[in-house]
């Protein structure tokens, strides 16, 4: 089964609005939209599991109920086939269904106000042209009062989506203007990556706040501060450690030498990032690269080990009493090793994670239980996976086991405890690959 | 009635090395691509993670991996007019079964032949005049030089990431790797694996001898690798759960690791597991497949039509399919006529255990090519006229493994029960190093594979016959490699040590282990009247079936053969991509 987080969603686009004859876009104008809706990832949300490709019907758990994902197919009658350009244009920028009614802000409508007009026309081009229409409607959501009344909405809009279209900055090479359009806009990092306010609001929809991308746990998982500026001798914390190849690297493949994807983010490495160019992936990186980031006072003071030790202490195999230990090397050495670094691109260094340091730790508790698998690409085909250890270890277990990694080698993670493992394993999907062995005569 | 499947630009029996490569090399053509595998699908996440990969009984003593006897085997016999039986029970060889094949049980020795090996028969008769052969010996060239498959084997290596030392760069003798190797047009893509105890005493020793060791050719990752189609491969861990097993860590080379992944992205290529190719269909006249006939995986027959058919099945299968399918005349040992299942050939090999009280090899660390070698007794290496017999050996000194049920090796005299097996047990585990000569086997006239007459499968078709034994040529050879392991076994200072070689009395035993190294019986060669295939791979009488594997070698290589084999089907594609898709037709005119 697969899970989506409810921010990015389109809401119920009906069948309303006025036949439109499209008019006939260039080829190049299709294949420009169907890059721009890689860049946006409208096919995450506007497909259903074993769905046909934007047709909607995936579901979407969300506070206020269950948002189903609607069909965006060039269908009339079940998809946007009757939008006109300009409602096409009004849905992805403003929010507003083509019969006037307001989408909920699950679609990131804040985020694509910044699309420029010529990718609009791209982007409707490819919709109406290049996407095989589905005449089936995907279910109507599920959403309960007062949040089914959609004109509550337009106060929401009012106070916070009010951005406008994207302007560089003066004197912002054009390189950082790519990225910072492609990051605030289509990409609509900050859905995940910026907090959110009381009214579920992202604080901020550009660089102009420095509450930007500075991070946002969702479901309990940890979606990481990506400013990647600024640091200083002592090295910095997550993206300032990282170089634009690294980046780069994470974006096109799911993995680079620190880390690898998990969670949400695996499915928009695999459907949107790792399909784009490689200069746009630069473009992004060298913005996420440009954003400073606040010192964080944190690390140095909540640590008591440090690599070293850690290690030392592994490849000696001292763990009397140390049962969180004695658990890492019985089930995680043999791939990320004694220095906890794993093998570069391949197995994901554990050594100050943002996965494994998160202050929520459901993120790294459910990889445990159930493993995690990268996704396909197209520079890195291969979906290594990390098999699950929810069916060899107990609660009790997987907590001492998260809680030794979480401060080995100078992380700074909290106490995990075996309740909140529990609540994670009963989260799992019951029918989830298991490499649990079964035994045979 | 059988269902008809839509056409399909190729069909590929088989998904294990060869057909993952065709798979990539067919599909890079923009044709429609089916592979069909007998057997389940499988990967590293779930089938071989860790930790259910570490376990000898269900994998390394039940053979959870490999075919299952009572569903296909086929029958023995040692000489033309024994009674062949079948083979129940696993042990002398171990055909895998399912995605991957044996690409994911081996151990990962990956080597190029000797040029010489590829022209045995014309160099035989150069050097050593053609007296030298004796008479029932039927030894052949393979009809391809070492330089024409140099850059295939180059580019094998890359995909499956070896890692080694080179011995020969372009013809300049390199420090550290095998002087007498091949030349090679680049170094391996990884360096050596690290070196254990029982590596550095042979390395050490050997060069005191004046020998050239050198690391084991190795498709067991010795640091994080990505290979030119973007697969990866994770440095191995030495845990020693290789031969037998599933790699559980992404470290052993495999269709999995090295190729799968890229092959399954792409939209013209599919695969269907569970599905057992019962033949290939000839048109009327014969002279050309109309594609094949399947059981899928409920059981129903199906009729899968292709332009082109290629068979990358185990060797020993080809060769039944090609018997069961009337693609090329069956041999026949009395007459000679014939070429279908001609020159059966299997594996010599010998070894000495060598037990020191005061040395602690830690046998747990180890991994399936963790070797040290010698190339000083090999094929290009011995006077043949002097030796008395045709062939050679590698010797390695590998420690492969500790797994306990079967890797036990007691001193000599030790009772193997009781209290005293548990004192030799305690006093011995891992107190013991091995020295193994891993060495050539001539093909004879008597050795083959015909269809048997009594037994059939679960489909009701005949069995394989093998008709195999060891040959004085052969034993000679060995008896030879066992005189100068036993002077480097001296010259280690063991506390004590055994010997074990074959020897003139020795009978081919179907029991104990061997070598998964069947070779032979869909041979490659120069003319249609000796050999099935011509040296493109393809057979002689249906242009448009081609035969990978290591049945097409005419003899055994003295190495472990899945380089050649890699080699020989970069070569094979590269023919059927250049020559063969703009003008289908034979490749040589017979």
């Known amino acids: 089964m697969i899970h989506r987080y409810w921010m990015p969603a389109l809401i119920g686009c009906g069948v309303l609005g006025t036949a439109t004859v499209a008019m006939a876009a260039q080829q190049s104008e299709v294949e420009r939209g169907a890059y721009l809706a890689r860049a946006g990832d409208c096919v995450a949300c506007h497909t259903a599991p074993e769905g046909k490709p934007f047709a909607g019907g995936l579901k979407i758990e969300s506070p206020f109920g269950t948002i189903v994902s609607t069909n965006i197919t060039p269908d009339p009658e079940a998809g946007i086939g009757n939008y006109s350009r300009d409602e096409f244009a009004a849905a992805l920028r403003e929010g507003k269904r083509a019969d006037g009614a307001n989408l909920y802000p699950a679609m990131p409508y804040p985020s694509y106000a910044k699309l420029t007009d010529d990718d609009i026309d791209a982007l409707y081009a490819y919709f109406m042209q290049g996407v095989e229409p589905v005449a089936e409607k995907a279910p109507e959501s599920d959403v309960s009062f007062p949040f089914n009344q959609r004109w509550g909405i337009s106060l929401w809009n009012w106070m916070f989506a009010d951005a406008d279209t994207f302007e560089p900055k003066s004197g912002q090479s054009e390189q950082l203007a790519r990225g910072a359009y492609l990051v605030q806009g289509l990409g609509h990092c900050g859905s995940c990556h910026t907090p959110r306010g009381l009214l579920f609001q992202e604080k901020a929809l550009d660089d102009s706040d420095d509450a930007y991308l500075t991070g946002e746990t969702l479901e309990g998982w940890w979606a990481p501060n990506l400013r990647g500026g600024g640091g200083d001798e002592n090295g910095g914390r997550g993206l300032q450690n990282w170089s634009a190849d690294d980046i780069v690297a994470y974006l096109a493949t799911g993995r680079n030498d620190h880390s690898a994807v998990t969670g949400e983010m695996t499915s928009v490495v695999a459907n949107s990032t790792s399909h784009l160019s490689d200069e746009d992936l630069h473009a992004m990186a060298a913005y996420l690269k440009s954003l400073p980031r606040a010192a964080d006072g944190e690390k140095s003071t909540r640590s008591e080990t440090t690599p070293e030790q850690t290690e030392k202490m592994l490849t000696a195999a001292d763990v009397e009493g140390k049962p969180g230990a004695r658990l890492y090397l019985d089930n995680c050495n043999a791939c990320h090793f004694a220095n906890g670094q794993g093998a570069p691109q391949v197995f994901p260094s554990l050594v100050d994670n943002e996965l494994v340091n998160a202050d929520d730790p459901t993120g790294l508790v459910h990889v445990i239980l159930a493993g995690a698998r990268l996704p396909s690409t197209p520079d890195k085909p291969e979906a290594l996976a990390m098999p699950d250890f929810g069916w060899r270890l107990s609660d009790e277990e997987a907590a001492q086991l998260a809680t030794f990694v979480r401060g080995a080698w100078g992380n700074h993670g909290g106490e995990v405890t075996a309740d909140q493992v529990a609540e994670v394993r009963k989260s799992l999907p019951e029918d989830r690959q298991s490499s649990k062995p079964d035994f045979v005569d | ?590």
């Open chain 2, 1 to 590: 009635m059988a269902k008809t499947n839509p056409h399909v630009d190729v069909v590929l029996i088989g998904l294990g090395w060869t057909n993952s490569i065709m798979g990539m090399e067919m599909t890079d053509e923009g044709l429609s691509v089916l592979a069909l595998e007998r057997g389940p699908d499988q990967d590293t996440v779930p089938d071989f993670a860790y930790p259910k990969m570490a376990d000898e009984l269900t994998y390394g003593v039940r053979y959870q991996l490999m075919q299952r006897p009572a569903k296909s085997t086929l029958t023995v016999r040692h000489g033309v007019r024994d009674l062949a039986v079948p083979y129940r029970s696993l042990g002398s060889f171990l055909p895998g079964n399912g995605v991957g094949g044996a690409g994911t049980h081996w151990n990962g020795h990956t080597w190029r032949p000797q040029p010489q090996e590829l022209r045995l028969k014309s160099y035989v008769e150069e050097t050593f005049g053609s007296d030298t052969i004796p008479e029932e010996m039927a030894i052949q060239d393979f009809g391809i030089s070492y330089d024409e498959l140099e850059p295939h084997f180059d580019f094998f290596e890359k995909v499956a990431g070896i890692a080694g030392k080179a011995g020969n760069l372009n013809g300049e003798i390199q420090e550290g790797g095998n002087p007498f190797e091949g030349w090679r047009s680049d170094e391996y893509p990884m360096p050596p694996m690290k070196r254990t105890l029982n590596d550095t005493l042979f390395r050490d020793m050997a060069a005191e001898q004046g020998l050239h060791p050198f690391p084991m050719p190795a498709a067991n990752a010795s640091e994080a690798y990505t290979n030119p189609y973007g697969m990866q491969l994770a440095p191995c861990n030495y845990c020693g759960f290789c031969e037998r097993y599933g790699c559980l860590n992404y470290s052993k080379s495999s269709p999995q690791t090295c190729v799968l992944g890229a092959l399954k992205q792409r939209k013209n290529f599919a695969y269907r597991a569970n599905c057992e190719v019962m033949k290939v269909n000839l048109a009327s006249d014969g002279k050309t497949a109309t594609g094949v006939t399947y059981i899928d995986e409920n059981g129903d027959e199906v009729i899968q039509p292709a332009d082109l058919v290629i068979m990358g099945a185990y060797s020993l299968h080809n060769v039944h399919l090609l018997l069961l399918s009337g693609i090329g005349k069956p041999y026949d040992p009395i007459s000679g006529e014939g070429v279908v299942g001609k020159n059966y050939a299997y594996q010599m090999n010998g070894g000495a255990t060598l037990y020191f009280k005061d040395k602690e090899f830690n046998p747990f660390i180890g991994a399936g090519a963790n070797a040290e070698v010698l190339n000083d007794f090999g094929v290009e290496q011995i006077d043949f006229g002097q030796a008395g017999f045709i062939g050679g050996s590698y010797f390695s000194a590998a420690m492969t493994n500790g797994q306990p049920i079967r890797n036990m090796p007691l001193p000599k005299g030790a009772p193997n029960w009781g209290a005293q097996w548990k004192q030799a047990v305690q006093e011995t585990y891992g107190h013991t190093m091995t020295i193994g000569s891993h060495g050539s086997n001539m093909s004879y006239r008597d050795c083959y594979l015909d269809l048997d007459p009594t037994y059939t499968d679960d489909h009701g078709r005949p069995l394989m016959r093998m008709t195999f034994n060891w040959k004085d040529n052969d034993v000679r050879m060995t008896q030879f490699m066992k005189q100068k392991i036993d002077i480097l076994s001296k010259a280690l200072k063991p506390d004590d040590y055994k010997l074990s070689f074959k020897d003139f009395d020795s009978q081919y035993d179907v029991r104990p282990y061997q070598t998964t190294h069947n070779v032979g019986g869909a041979i490659m060669g120069t003319d249609p009247t000796s050999s099935v295939l011509n040296r493109y791979l393809q057979t002689w009488d249906v242009h448009n079936v081609f035969v990978m594997g290591a049945s097409a070698f005419p003899q055994n290589i003295q190495y472990n053969p899945t380089g050649l084999v890699g080699g020989l089907t970069y070569w094979a594609a590269k023919a059927i991509r250049e020559q063969y898709l703009p003008n289908p037709g034979p490749l040589v005119q017979a």
